[in-house]
Structures are given as structure tokens and as C-alpha cells.
């Protein structure tokens, strides 16, 4: 019975959580709902913007014009609620934490999220101009260029994904060095196989213009870079603060 109660209360704690995580989520969604088609607009201009003159997209099924704007504010609203999710999850995992381990995940999070965040806008703001660009220019003479808007919208969320994750490579790195999986000297050995790496996983998830595939493996190799540098910036100190608490652990 002892054993059983502290594990109902985690259990209760994460309920509560997650239903806070859930308003959260739907009171912005709710706010947005209304604005649903200007947002759609504005994910969809980079696309727009290189289309013919009078060219439009379509939807060819009944439901989409109402679905796909939908599931584009759900995309924002969970974006905005980043900070009220991750501060539930940190209240529910803080007091099992260590003080060096918290002050190790709070930058850690908070780095992963800008990160993701930053990967979108670079796709956003850069590779879908070049991308679209790319496209228009080699339709062929007589075809017009009329994009489903849900099959546009599912080749965004995926390059979405794909930039976000590819902008989480130094946080990546490290984890790694700071767990002691791999060292420093490891990651420099490995950077001519990753740069190959790199342009492997660009051609896959990208479209197959040259272009926007070393506008992924340039960014992914240049990243893998810096979470080296960073890596050795940060894991000295942490390696140097970890040695005067040997003791006192052991003490207790």
C-alpha cells in the first residue's frame, strides 16, 4: 500500500499535466480557428507567389477546403502552446531531477525548441522560394501548375520536419559528448562521413533539384560543426563543476 500510493499521486500529476497541455492547446486553436483561411494563405504564398498569372490551387476532395485549414492552425496553435507544454512537462519531471540536471535540460529544451523553430523559417523563408521556383520553371509548355492543397500541405509539413530536425544536429552533438557516447576527436574523425551523409539525406527528403538539396546538407554539415565547438565549450566546465561532488555523494 505505501509502494502504491506514490505512484497513483505521479499518476494523478501526469493526468493533470496533460489536461493542462490539452486547454492549453485548444484555447489557442480556438482563438485561431477564425483566422483559419488567412493562415492557410499565408503558409501557402510561397507557392502563390511563383504560379501564373490567374493560376489558383484546388481541392479535390469535398471535405478539404475545410480540413486542411484546420489542421494548418492546429499546426500553429500547437507552436504558439510550446511554452505552457514544456513548462508542464518540466513541472512533472523537476522534482526528480538532480540540480545539475536541471541546469542541464532547461537550456537544452529551450535550445531544442528555437532551434526547430528557426529550421522551419529557413525552409519557409528560403529553400520553398527556390523550391517552387524550380518547379514553375520546368513545367512543361501547355500543363498549368494547379497544386492540391492537401498534397501541398503534407510536402510542407514534411519539410518542416526535415529542416527542424536537421537544426537539432548541435543539440544532438552534445548529448552525445556530454553522456560520453563519443568524444571530440570521434566527431572530427567522422566529419567526412557526414558531410557524405548529408547530401544523402538531402537528396531523399528533398525535391530532386540541385539547389534546394545543398540548402539542407549545407546547413546539416555546418551544424554538425558548430555542436562541436559548442560541445567542447560546454562539456569542460560541466566535467570540471561534476568533480567537487564526488565526495559529498559519497559521503552520503
Same mark, same amino acid.
Request: hydrophobic share 60%; net charge neutral.
Given at each position: 500500500?505505501?509502494?502504491?500510493?506514490?505512484?497513483?499521486?505521479?499518476?494523478?500529476?501526469?493526468?493533470?499535466?496533460?489536461?493542462?497541455?490539452?486547454?492549453?492547446?485548444?484555447?489557442?486553436?480556438?482563438?485561431?480557428?477564425?483566422?483559419?483561411?488567412?493562415?492557410?494563405?499565408?503558409?501557402?504564398?510561397?507557392?502563390?507567389?511563383?504560379?501564373?498569372?490567374?493560376?489558383?490551387?484546388?481541392?479535390?476532395?469535398?471535405?478539404?477546403?475545410?480540413?486542411?485549414?484546420?489542421?494548418?492552425t492546429m499546426m500553429v496553435a500547437f507552436v504558439l502552446a510550446l511554452p505552457n507544454t514544456l513548462y508542464q512537462v518540466w513541472a512533472f519531471v523537476a522534482p526528480g531531477l538532480y540540480a545539475h540536471e536541471k541546469r542541464l535540460i532547461v537550456p537544452l529544451i529551450a535550445s531544442s525548441v528555437l532551434l526547430f523553430i528557426i529550421g522551419m523559417?529557413?525552409?519557409? @523563408? /528560403?529553400? !520553398?522560394?527556390?523550391? =517552387?521556383?524550380?518547379?514553375?520553371? %520546368?513545367?512543361?509548355?501547355?500543363?498549368?501548375?494547379?497544386? *492540391?492543397?492537401?498534397?501541398?500541405?503534407?510536402?510542407?509539413?514534411?519539410? @518542416? /520536419?526535415? !529542416?527542424?530536425?536537421? =537544426?537539432?544536429?548541435?543539440?544532438? %552533438?552534445?548529448?552525445?559528448?556530454?553522456?560520453?557516447?563519443? *568524444?571530440?576527436?570521434?566527431?572530427?574523425?567522422?566529419?567526412?562521413?557526414?558531410?557524405?551523409?548529408?547530401?544523402?539525406?538531402?537528396?531523399?527528403?528533398?525535391?530532386?533539384?540541385?539547389?534546394?538539396?545543398?540548402?539542407?546538407?549545407?546547413?546539416?554539415?555546418?551544424?554538425?560543426?558548430?555542436?562541436?565547438?559548442?560541445?567542447?565549450?560546454?562539456?569542460?566546465?560541466?566535467?570540471?563543476?561534476?568533480?567537487?561532488?564526488?565526495?559529498?555523494?559519497?559521503?552520503?
Amino acid at each position: 500500500m505505501t509502494e502504491a500510493q506514490p505512484l497513483l499521486a505521479h499518476l494523478i500529476e501526469l493526468r493533470t499535466r496533460l489536461v493542462r497541455m490539452l486547454i492549453g492547446l485548444l484555447v489557442l486553436f480556438l482563438g485561431l480557428f477564425h483566422w483559419s483561411g488567412d493562415i492557410y494563405r499565408l503558409l501557402a504564398l510561397p507557392l502563390m507567389k511563383v504560379l501564373p498569372v490567374g493560376a489558383t490551387m484546388i481541392a479535390t476532395d469535398v471535405t478539404t477546403p475545410f480540413f486542411v485549414p484546420m489542421k494548418v492552425t492546429m499546426m500553429v496553435a500547437f507552436v504558439l502552446a510550446l511554452p505552457n507544454t514544456l513548462y508542464q512537462v518540466w513541472a512533472f519531471v523537476a522534482p526528480g531531477l538532480y540540480a545539475h540536471e536541471k541546469r542541464l535540460i532547461v537550456p537544452l529544451i529551450a535550445s531544442s525548441v528555437l532551434l526547430f523553430i528557426i529550421g522551419m523559417a529557413f525552409a519557409y @523563408f /528560403l529553400v !520553398f522560394p527556390v523550391v =517552387f521556383g524550380f518547379m514553375s520553371s %520546368v513545367t512543361p509548355d501547355g500543363v498549368s501548375m494547379m497544386t *492540391d492543397i492537401d498534397k501541398y500541405l503534407s510536402f510542407v509539413l514534411g519539410m @518542416f /520536419l526535415a !529542416f527542424g530536425i536537421t =537544426f537539432e544536429v548541435p543539440v544532438v %552533438v552534445i548529448l552525445l559528448v556530454r553522456f560520453g557516447i563519443v *568524444d571530440i576527436a570521434k566527431l572530427k574523425e567522422a566529419r567526412p562521413y557526414v558531410i557524405v551523409g548529408a547530401f544523402v539525406v538531402a537528396a531523399v527528403v528533398t525535391p530532386p533539384d540541385v539547389l534546394s538539396q545543398i540548402m539542407l546538407a549545407v546547413p546539416l554539415w555546418l551544424l554538425y560543426e558548430l555542436g562541436i565547438v559548442l560541445a567542447a565549450w560546454l562539456v569542460k566546465p560541466a566535467a570540471k563543476d561534476a568533480t567537487p561532488d564526488s565526495p559529498a555523494e559519497g559521503d552520503a
